[in-house]
């Protein structure tokens, strides 16, 4: 059974600092991350899809992978209220779906 | 670009009721379609997904139906309604590959009374 897990939080983080979102799998032959920000109420949004081993940067966000030890993560420098979201890890569990963690909710406090 | 349209915003339906629920997708052939589900507080439920017209895979079994009449087009239907059926719909569609991620509609907020 494939698993993606994350922490629920909330993780609270003050404005300005680091924010830094984990996510670990149990598939090793998961190839692909997927990062979606949820705000309150609304619909997923992706923000970030990583592939490869490493670091993937995106303005503030930096999705980090590494295959070895099944975890990846999700780094927001520079922390704004706007952040304050659940951020929800994917992977592909086929080619037509993603599985999905529960989620961590993060609280960015002025 | 593609766009993803998903109509009632909300809405509150006596139990026992039907239920419909659309979803189009422009932009796009051939997608991936998928009916997902979030009660209050918790993650995303797959209930539904289509890989083309008239093709439903469902996830969980219960008193909701899905179909694919068209190529661009999904709706979630119920007989009846339960109390449990409330909590936030949402339709999403993805191209084919394991690189693709989804897009979501902006979702139906059902209340069952």
């Known amino acids: 059974q494939k698993e993606v897990e994350q922490n629920s939080g909330p993780l609270s983080v003050p404005e300005g600092a680091i924010a830094s979102l984990n996510c670990t799998y149990s598939?090793?032959?998961?190839?692909?991350f997927f990062w979606y920000r949820q705000y309150s109420g609304k619909s997923p949004e992706l923000i970030m899809f990583?592939?490869s081993n490493g670091d993937k940067e995106d303005g503030r966000f930096t999705a980090q992978l590494n295959k070895a030890s099944q975890y990846v993560s999700l780094l927001i420098r520079d922390s704004q209220p706007s952040d304050s979201a659940t951020y929800l890890c994917?992977?592909?569990?086929?080619?037509?779906?993603?599985?999905w963690g529960a989620g961590t909710k993060l609280i960015i406090k002025p | 670009s593609q766009t993803i349209h998903q109509w009632p915003a909300t809405l509150v339906q006596p139990v026992g009721s039907p239920l419909s629920l659309e979803c189009t997708v422009e932009?796009?052939?051939?997608?991936?379609l998928y009916w997902y589900r979030q009660a209050a507080g918790r993650g995303l439920q797959l209930l539904f997904y289509?890989?083309?017209?008239?093709?439903i895979s469902s996830e969980v079994p219960q008193n909701l139906s899905a179909s694919r009449p068209q190529d661009r087009q999904f709706i979630l239907s119920s007989k009846k309604l339960l109390l449990s059926d409330s909590g936030f719909y949402l339709c999403?569609?993805?191209?084919?590959?394991?690189?693709?991620?989804?897009?979501f509609g902006s979702g139906t907020r059902l209340t069952v009374v």
């Open positions: 999403a569609w993805r191209l084919r590959g394991l690189d693709y991620g989804y897009t």
């Open positions: 932009g796009t052939s051939n997608p991936n």
């Open positions: 289509s890989v083309g017209i008239g093709q």
């Open positions: 598939d090793r032959g998961s190839q692909s």
């Open positions: 990583i592939y």
């Open positions: 994917a992977a592909p569990r086929s080619n037509y779906q993603l599985i």
